[in-house]
């Protein structure tokens, strides 16, 4: 086979996969650039005409979704932050603990991250309840306690692991503090998985959907995906309207995804996450 | 003393995971059992109540219905993610140009906020503006009554799970990637077709991965399909057609306030999914036995 047509057979099918993924993708913001109310098209159409930009003010003006940014923006700043320093110091004293005792932590952290989140729903509910701390953004941020996810305390211990062992035997011997060898010597040698987390860390709250309808009620604290959900019940067949909500609030997540992709998407090894 | 001021500064770094799992996760797990016997509204003080519970579960046809729904949904989207991870992954394993943008794209519908992800696929799944049925039209081939029957909107929660298996694909792209290469070079000098290297090589080194991959899918599975069945379909159409058990826990905790009965079928839920994974490793064992020998 000449190297030409090898080259097609390994791009065609990759092709052909990713056209099929980022179709949806592309059909929602066209879909949000239909005029309302137009009879639906004889054909799929790959452009709406005429093209109407005037569903995005609409959807601004029906929700208060500039409030609503604002208050997810809020719970992304204190969520995020809490994240990488929770996950990562948690990660850093598991890497520093003794073999059995690091090992039950991964095994009890693997636990935590089979739990599905709908089986603590409800009584995590009557807890924050008791707390008083419902219809405020706390159970919101409360996750980042333990990393938002137990997984990404995984890739901080893996990663800190990785690390040559001498270096830490030599910063010990200099008699550093542990929290002074997190800080000054171990983070900035995982910065990429930092970003990565801190960037997953963003999305999962951003996102974040179950959380904020079962204890948010009041509509001014209300994160993005309520202010969304409340514009698809206003009129659930003005589809373009909310598809540009739904465009709005996707659009910061792409975003952070392709700013990190090339940590552990890219084609080289070694770099990333993922790599040796 | 060092050692003393080492550990001190290990505990504090510790601290706010471990008192994070235990508020969020270990006690939470243990007050949805204790929940379960009781009857609670969140205003009047808990009453207990047994298993009654329980045998009421037993009898509400609604959470059969759920229950049934929520094991089809495990029974096929299960396999269909698992092996639409795993075909990406070898799509996708090698270096070439471009190939971080393929496993981008593939990766995008899985960081789509859930609500929204939900709104896109009500358009796309619009019988008559969707771009879905006009697609379909327009090559001839029939176009599903996505949301009136039965069967083609139970699909339809199914086909939105797919194209959300990002992560899965990450986590076999990885394991593909790890299979040393020489192994690859042995089975080819052997003389083996591409079908033999993938159930001599490929398929069995990744085995283990893919088993605790399922594992994790089936639990995800029940809870994959709450955002689906709140916006695109309501539950039904028919009625119940896609009441999962989530959105019947959800329902009757927070919208009917019966706590306690919420919780029993949580406990359903959670030993369901128990069983199931049982069931998968036993599975998995049985299969590496057989390939051992």
Partial sequence: MSTASRTAWRHLPALLVAVGFVAPLVFMVTGSLRQAGLPPPRSPELLPSPVAFGNYPRAFELVDIPRYTLNSLVVVAAAVPLTVLCASWAGFAMSRLPRRSAGALVAVSLVALMVPLTALLVSRFAMFRILRLTDTWWPLIAPSLMGTSPFYVLLFYWSFRRLPAELFEACRLEGMRPLAVWRRVAMPLVRPVAVAVAVFAFVDTWSNFLDPLVYLFDERKFTVPLGLRALSTLDPNNYPLFLAGAVTATAPVIGALLYVQRFFLQEFRGSGWLGR | ?293
Wanted: proline residues 7%; aromatic residues 14%; charged residues 15%.
């Fill in chain 2, 1 to 293: 003393m060092i050692r003393d001021r080492e550990r001190r500064d290990l505990a504090v770094m510790l601290a706010p995971y471990l008192v994070g799992l235990a508020a969020l996760v270990v006690v939470p797990g243990a007050v949805t059992f204790a929940l379960s016997l009781f009857d609670y509204d969140l205003i009047r003080p808990a009453t207990f109540a047994g298993l009654d519970n329980f045998r009421e579960l037993a009898r509400d046809a609604v959470f059969r219905t759920s229950l049934r729904n929520s094991l089809h949904f495990v029974l096929f989207a299960v396999p269909v993610r698992l092996a639409g991870a795993v075909t990406l992954a070898l799509l996708l394993h090698r270096r070439f140009r471009g190939v971080g943008a393929y496993r981008t794209a593939a990766y995008l519908p899985t960081v789509v906020p859930d609500v929204a992800y939900a709104l896109l696929w009500l358009w796309l799944f619009n019988p008559l503006y969707g771009p879905l049925n006009l697609t379909l039209g327009a090559l001839g081939l029939p176009q599903p009554p996505w949301f009136t029957g039965l069967g083609a909107t139970q699909a339809a929660v199914i086909i939105m799970s797919v194209f959300q298996l990002g992560e899965g694909f990450l986590v076999a792209l990885a394991t593909r990637q790890e299979i040393p290469g020489e192994l690859y070079e042995l089975i080819s000098v052997e003389g083996a077709g591409p079908w033999a290297t993938f159930r001599r090589i490929t398929l069995p080194l990744m085995a283990p991965t893919l088993a605790l991959l399922a594992a994790r899918d089936v639990i995800f599975s029940f809870q994959a399909t709450f955002v689906p069945a709140l916006i695109v379909t309501g539950g039904g159409p028919p009625p119940y057609a896609t009441t999962y058990l989530p959105l019947f826990i959800y329902t009757n905790g927070f919208q009917y306030l019966r706590y306690g009965y919420a919780a029993a079928a949580t406990v359903c839920m959670i030993l369901v999914t128990a069983y199931i994974v049982l069931l998968q490793y036993r599975m998995v064992r049985r299969w590496r036995e057989s390939f051992v020998v």
